[in-house]
């Protein structure tokens, strides 16, 4: 049977390794020397000779200028957020990997019910995020095919590439690769992260069902096991576990992801701003217009998967005493009223998720992106 994270994750993980971004087990040198390698040689150097580009041409026209500028921001963004996967790559793999403990093993149809909901929400969200953003990197890749432009995006270069056929299509291969690398990677990494709070959300979920009918499935283990041994003290010693396993993760998480959505959040900004303008200026109903319309809507997504997710991580986690006072406790003994009282004061500590530890990560948050971008859109109208 495959694990949680195999049926979560399974396309994820296939990329990743497929662009070094999910070290083995034993990572050698030559590994990282290879991730380091195509890290750098493919996402840095596109969007500094893109904005090389737009820093010297005078006749640079403001939608020339939005339609590069646009992909200059996104790509500029994604080496912070893709560096913490080599960097740190270990321990973003025991991150990853940490819900197959032994721990979190499921017993109850309802508590495997809960997390395959958790794994097929993971599902969908990394085949929306392949198909849209597949589609909108092969435009990119193309366009220069129908003579739009020479290549996906306009960079500087020392040197004329229409002279020699070779060097024009060896350029407009490194340019296309570079995007393709790029798109692919955030697709599989912005469905990981949001992903992760996700299958972290249905621990809790599990666990507040645990201490809500802890006297129920402490008697369908008496039962089971044949004998008069209570199993209160065992189910709550194991909830105590796990809970303090779910902030251990939670504070794991923070740190392996805290640049990436950090990052992210600070090039959506623009990004938003950028598509909106391009937008506005469009015929509708235009492949242009199209292609633009589902950049606009996947940069916000981008965001809001970590920012939704942790915010259900927060309010499960802030309901885990109300789970404790919804059960019997006024029928248990003086012990387990003690320990139960203990977990719900450890529960009363709110859990924040923040990004780049500045920002903390929420829906307030989005929604504060979302108001910068309209007044970087209102910025350029005016332009």
């Not at 990743?16 to 150097?45: E, G, H, I, Q």
């Not at 920012?307 to 029928?331: H, I, K």
Request: proline share 4%.
């Amino acid at each position: 049977m495959e694990s949680i994270i195999q049926r979560s994750f399974r396309v994820n993980l296939i990329l990743m390794r497929l662009f070094n971004l999910y070290p083995p087990d034993n990572p050698t040198l030559l590994y990282k020397l290879k991730a380091y390698f195509v890290l750098c040689t493919l996402v840095p150097s596109i969007p500094i000779l893109g904005a090389v580009y737009i820093y010297f041409d005078e006749s640079l026209t403001l939608e020339k200028l939005d339609d590069s500028f646009l992909i200059v921001i996104e790509m500029s963004c994604q080496f912070p957020k893709f560096l913490p996967f080599i960097t740190q790559g270990s321990r973003i793999k025991k991150c990853i990997l940490f819900f197959e403990s032994s721990l979190f093993k499921l017993s109850l149809d309802k508590h495997k019910q809960i997390i395959d909901n958790c794994c097929w929400i993971c599902r969908r969200n990394c085949i929306g995020f392949l198909v849209c953003i597949t589609i909108a990197a092969i435009y990119f890749c193309v366009r220069p095919l129908f003579g739009s432009s020479h290549f996906p995006i306009d960079i500087w270069l020392p040197f004329e590439t229409t002279t020699d056929v070779r060097v024009d299509v060896a350029i407009y291969m490194f340019v296309a690769a570079g995007l393709g690398y790029t798109a692919l990677c955030s697709v599989v990494i912005d469905p990981l992260i949001g992903g992760l709070a996700c299958l972290a959300t249905g621990q809790l979920k599990i666990l507040k069902d645990n201490l809500q009918n802890l006297n129920v499935y402490a008697e369908q283990m008496r039962r089971k096991s044949g004998g008069e041994r209570s199993f209160l003290h065992e189910i709550i010693k194991k909830s105590v576990d796990q809970h303090n396993a779910i902030l251990k993760f939670i504070s794991e998480y923070e740190t392996c992801f805290s640049q990436s959505v950090f990052s992210q959040m600070m090039g959506s900004v623009l990004i938003l701003g950028f598509c909106c303008l391009q937008i506005s200026k469009l015929t509708p109903l235009s492949l242009s217009f199209i292609v633009m319309t589902v950049l606009f809507s996947l940069a916000p997504t981008q965001v809001y998967l970590y920012c939704y997710y942790v915010s259900m991580l927060f309010e499960e986690s802030n309901s885990l005493t109300d789970a404790v006072y919804m059960g019997q406790w006024y029928e248990y003994d003086t012990e387990t009223k003690k320990s139960l009282l203990i977990l719900m004061e450890r529960s009363k500590r709110p859990v924040i998720v923040n990004a780049g530890k500045i920002v903390e990560v929420s829906i307030q948050t989005f929604a504060t992106i979302l108001r910068r971008s309209y007044s970087v859109w209102a910025v350029l109208r005016n332009f």
